[in-house]
């Protein structure tokens, strides 16, 4: 059975979410706090939602520095999964590991409602067992939830199939070119279950817990 | 009165001249009166020094020590087999079985927010949580039940985009889920605006913790943020007085509210619990260190020695009052045994969260402060709780109310069904609230099975069967129409809207929010509202366990409306697989009511209020009886899983009950009706629901058993709204119902 991370910054929220689809579906999702430096007994880390540090100065400008980074950005360059969920995909923009940055939606209004996302990329980690062109509901929850990629070089794993907050490409997710990193806006953990309106998201989770199963021990 | 009491640091260290005939004397300043001051003077047997005048200002406020309401709070049913902790401690408890049990408590904010929305409404939310952290209770959810006035004036659509920012801004940041609440909007609120919090929590049975000092020898730490001059006096200053224009200048007493902190303190006071390391906890929050060490030391029976120069602070300089009385948020006290400090400190450094230890827990009663080497308060602890004044209020039913029950509509014809019923779903106060709620994150936790945009909210217990339903609700106007009869409908509507997702109503909060009890009608529309309250929870067989009253609720002399706001929880146990939702109503289904074939009448109705602007009349008496049916009646046709969608009968009446399920289910329906006042009157003891034709036999039977009377009127279908009265039919389009439903709050908005 794979290990998981679950990193909690101070103000992470959705740990325990996280926590709980991960664990619906199986694996070993296991809390570490933030100053923790040493994640070697894990397959694959989630950064999960929440204002971690308070998101002062901006979303996730203070987590990147936060001592558990250093091994997330370890992971990260040795292929394992990576997955940053809202307020994680705007720490994963922040240290570096994901091009771009997520400013505040374009209403300037905090947007909480179902969203459908369609997969456009399945060549990622949260993906890899998800049909191209799948639309899946899942949760938008986030102020800061418009991506904004000077570079272009933003790899876009979903597309909200509408335009919600004026993310550029209509971005939903990204990727880094080898896959293994994914930042996703909308909440996969929030849609796991048909008794919380929607299990659209297991699809998406079910993907990173095969993925993290792949590495080898 | 003067206000501009708080930034200057000279302000609180003049002496307690006892001048009574001097404005300027410092009692009076604190918003204590000449014979509260004597009776402190009696008390202590001497002049109290200015810091022993500034904790019985904040203690014997309005605000803290219920001075006016307590003899008629004494009224409210209060015992049930589950009810755990009743009303007195930060908030009431009760148990849902097998080990678990839930804390909760509403709380209001109303003048903060008015002199600052964001900061008003934020620290409301910050204040609420700590209210049911303290008990041992991680917080899982919040409603928020605001009301502003009308939108067309621009500064009541400031305070409530203000207020909506404040309550997203924190609410969301401290990680605690907004899953539902009420709004509405009336004249009456423009110099007032009501910005009511409710907060529940969930925790084990063993986790549970009071606000108790426990023995001597404990030792006080005092957790969270650094203590600061902010919100200085707002107890006794802004909750406790009435509005004028001079108000503005109360802006130093709104606290600052910062969500991070208040997040890292629930998390390590959460694991404080859990590692059984403290004795007893209390939140600061109103009249802070005061309340904080005072209040657990009558509690305990104990004294307490607490030294002001222990105290982190944010800013040199600060003066043993404004220690005392300062606001500042995101502050907890916990009582240790001195074999733990070290493992409550560090704790507390885990979280990054900041602590100092304070005080002793001490043989006797006495309360002394020392700051500076000297002790500058030494008092009976319990005469800050105690011994404040308790007041026999003038009451007088009011001049007007012969005329205002007299003053009936006359309806002269039938109005246009469709116009109208357009013109109700575009009222904001009927309108949908997504443009609110779409703000607030109301998932978080994976607990909302049915969340905002219902007439109750549903949260699973995860690994349980079991789930909690809560319910808000108020009607100010009905209440000024007649408080009693007000008050128990809604407390009927609230058990009505819990029973529609198929729990069993429990316990209520009330948060009664009146304009100024010195006034003796005032003081009638709260006895009569209590009474009301009363009543109602008696013939549902359900306790008051805590609540809050906010009094002086008027700006320039002129009083709110009588509003109390109640807060039902109910238990489903197990909960419905699927629960029933607005938008599960089909084609083909048939649409029920539930309840009585006559209606209480349209006195008070939204109808009559938004289509001729008239508030008069008497509103029909609730009918207890089919009330408590009515109950029964939903909660078995959901565990019978006989519908799918079930919906209440209030503002804006059956017409748009109706409306409200079809835009939801994005399905006309038909209807049949023989008075048209039945379409617009609002009944908190009918309901409609729908469901499948092959349930008709199961659906009679079980109301009949439960004695209560079902009508089928109409079934859903085709893409519009049919109104039949005989060959008589008015069709509106459900797409143009949609979109005045939808659109009425951001128009007003944008």
């Known amino acids: 059975m794979s290990r998981i991370a679950v990193v909690v910054f101070p103000g992470s929220n959705c740990e325990l979410d996280a926590q709980w689809a991960l664990r619906g579906l199986g694996a070993e999702a296991e809390l570490v706090w933030h100053r923790e430096t040493d994640l070697s007994g894990f397959d694959g880390v989630v950064l999960p939602g929440g204002f971690a540090h308070g998101d002062y100065l901006r979303a996730g400008a203070i987590a990147r520095f ?152 | 009165m003067r206000t501009e009491l708080a930034p200057e640091e000279d302000a609180l260290t003049e002496g307690g001249a006892a001048d009574t005939g001097d404005d300027d004397a410092l009692h009076r300043r604190l918003g204590l009166t000449d014979d509260e001051y004597t009776r402190i003077v009696e008390i202590l047997g001497r002049t109290p020094e200015p810091a022993e005048l500034a904790m019985y200002s904040v203690m014997w406020s309005e605000h803290c020590s219920y001075k006016s309401s307590r003899i008629h709070l004494r009224r409210f049913p209060t015992e049930a087999p589950w009810v755990v902790v009743g009303p007195g401690e930060n908030a009431g408890v009760i148990d849902l079985g097998d080990g678990w049990l839930a804390a909760f408590r509403i709380e209001s904010h109303n003048h903060p927010s008015y002199v600052e929305p964001y900061q008003g409404a934020a620290t ?42 404040g309550i997203s801004g924190y609410g969301n940041a401290v990680g605690v889920p907004t899953v539902g609440g009420e709004l509405a909007f009336d004249e009456c609120y423009s110099g007032n605006p009501l910005v009511n919090v409710m907060c529940l929590g969930i925790l084990r049975r063993e986790q549970l913790v009071l606000g108790t000092a426990g023995e001597p020898g404990n030792i006080a730490v005092l957790l969270g943020a650094a203590t600061g001059r902010d919100g200085i006096g707002g107890a006794s200053i802004l909750a406790s007085a009435s509005f004028d224009e001079e108000s503005a200048t109360m802006r130093p007493s709104v606290q600052v509210g910062d969500p991070f902190e208040e997040k890292k303190l629930i998390e390590a006071c959460l694991e404080l619990y859990e590692r059984d390391l403290v004795v007893g906890v209390q939140d600061l929050g109103a009249a802070g260190l005061s309340c904080a060490s005072a209040e657990p030391a009558a509690r305990a029976g104990a004294g307490m020695d607490l030294d002001l120069d222990a105290v982190h602070v944010r800013e040199p300089g600060m003066t043993a009052p404004e220690l005392l009385m300062s606001e500042s948020q995101e502050r907890m006290m916990a009582f240790v045994d001195p074999s733990k400090v070290d493992e409550v400190l560090a704790v507390a450094e885990k979280w990054e969260v900041a602590a100092s230890v304070v005080g002793e827990v001490t043989e006797g009663t006495r309360l002394r402060v020392e700051h500076r080497g000297e002790v500058v308060a ?373």
């Open chain 1, 66 to 217: 936060s001592p558990v980074m250093s091994a997330v950005t370890e992971m990260a360059e040795t292929g394992r999964p990576v997955v940053g969920i809202c307020n994680g995909f705007q720490i994963l923009c922040e240290a570096g590991l994901l091009p771009g940055a997520l400013i505040a939606n374009r209403d300037l209004r905090f947007i909480c409602r179902p969203v459908e996302v369609e997969v456009i990329d399945t060549d990622t980690v949260l993906t890899a067992t998800v049909e191209p062109g799948t639309v899946v509901t899942l949760p938008l929850s986030s102020y800061e939830g418009q991506l904004t990629d000077p570079t272009g070089t933003a790899r876009v794993v979903a597309r909200y199939v509408e335009d919600v907050n004026g993310s550029q490409d209509r971005a939903a997710a990204i990727a880094n070119e080898a896959g293994n990193v994914v930042g996703i806006m909308p909440h996969p953990e929030r849609s796991s279950e048909e008794i919380l309106g929607s299990a659209d998201g297991r699809v998406l989770l079910e993907s990173l817990v095969a993925a993290t199963e792949k590495i080898p021990a």
């Open chain 2, 124 to 165: 409301g939310v910050g204040g609420i949580l700590r209210d049911v952290f303290t008990m041992g209770a991680r917080p899982i959810a919040l409603w928020d039940q605001i009301r502003f006035g009308p939108l067309d004036n621009p500064r009541n659509r400031y305070l409530f985009s203000g207020v909506v920012s």
């Open chain 2, 378 to 750: 030494d008092i009976p602890a319990a005469s800050l709780t105690d011994d404040a004044p308790r007041y026999e209020r003038p009451i007088g039913e009011p001049a007007w109310m012969e005329d205002l029950w007299s003053n009936r509509f006359k309806h002269m014809s039938a109005p246009e069904v469709g116009p109208t019923l357009l013109r109700l779903l575009d009222d904001p106060s009927i309108a949908s609230a997504a443009w609110v709620y779409e703000q607030y994150d109301h998932m978080l936790f994976l607990n909302t099975i049915v969340g905002p945009g219902h007439d109750g909210n549903l949260l699973r217990i995860k690994g349980t069967d079991k789930a909690i339903a809560v319910s808000t609700d108020g009607n100010g106007r009905l209440c000024y129409l007649d408080p009693r009869r007000g008050a128990a409908r809604i407390v009927y509507e609230a058990a009505l809207n819990v029973a529609m997702t198929g729990a069993r109503p429990k316990a209520i909060v009330d948060n009664l929010n009146f304009g100024n009890p010195e006034k003796p009608e005032v003081m009638w529309q709260f006895r009569e509202t209590v009474e009301g309250i009363s009543e109602a929870c008696e013939a549902l067989g359900i306790p008051v366990v805590g609540g809050n009253v906010s009094f002086y609720n008027e700006t320039d002399g002129i009083d709110i409306y009588p509003t109390p706001v109640v807060g039902l929880v109910g238990v489903a146990d197990p909960y419905p697989s699927r629960p029933p939702r607005l938008d599960r109503a089909e084609a083909g289904m048939d649409l029920w009511l539930a309840g009585p074939a006559e209606a209480t009448g349209l006195a008070g109705s939204s109808f009559e209020k938004v289509v001729y602007g008239h508030v008069g009349g008497r509103p029909g008496a609730p009918d207890a009886t089919a009330a408590t049916a009515a109950v029964d009646l939903a909660v078995g046709l959901v565990a019978a899983e006989l519908s799918p969608c079930l919906h209440d009968i209030s503002d804006g009446g059956l017409a748009v009950a109706v409306a409200e399920i079809a835009i939801a289910s994005g399905v006309g329906a038909r209807v049949d009706y023989s008075d048209w006042r039945h379409l617009f009157s609002e009944d908190p003891h009918r309901f409609l629901f729908a469901s499948d034709p092959g349930h008709r036999e199961r659906i009679e039977e079980l109301a009949a058993a439960v004695g209560a009377s079902v009508t089928r009127i109409g079934e859903f279908g085709g893409e519009s709204l049919m109104f039949d009265r005989g060959a008589k039919r008015d069709i509106v389009d459900l797409a143009e119902a949609g979109t005045a439903y939808r659109e009425a709050l951001p128009r007003r908005l944008s």
